[in-house]
Nanobody, 115 residues
Framework: QVQLVESGGGLVQAGGSLRLSCAAS????????MGWYRQAPGKQRELVAT???????MYADSLKGRFTISRDSAKNTVYLQMNSLKREDTAVYYC?????????WGQGTQVTVSS
């Protein structure tokens, strides 16, 4: 089992930045991969970025260059740095952990980008 707690969401103006945090209840090295997903109103949940236990990262093509996923293993925490935010980035952002064959999700944190 993995418990995930997200934080850092909020309201930001277009062009601004936010950093999301996801604290995991166990060592990141015991987790196959951590990731961020988002779900906008009326849309399906989509991948934002992932980071594997070996540190390899992957991003949605449309977000490369603006979003950065990173981790602090000492704090069992994964971050998502979001820059140059756009209105279309408005969504609930979810943290995900792939532990063994099971997926675990956080409760989500709302990000709202205003014009």
């Amino acid at each position: 089992q993995v418990q995930l707690v997200e934080s850092g969401g909020g309201l930001v103006q277009a062009g601004g930045s936010l950093r999301l945090s996801c604290a995991a209840s166990r060592s990141l090295f015991s987790i196959n991969a951590m990731g961020w997903y988002r779900q906008a109103p009326g849309k399906q949940r989509e991948l934002v970025a992932t980071i594997a236990s070996n540190g390899i990262t992957m991003y949605a093509d449309s977000l490369k260059g603006r979003f950065t996923i990173s981790r602090d293993s000492a704090k069992n925490t994964v971050y998502l740095q979001m820059n140059s935010l756009k209105r279309e980035d408005t969504a609930v952002y979810y943290c995900n952990a792939l532990f063994g064959k099971d997926d675990f999700w956080g409760q989500g944190t709302q990000v709202t980008v205003s014009s």
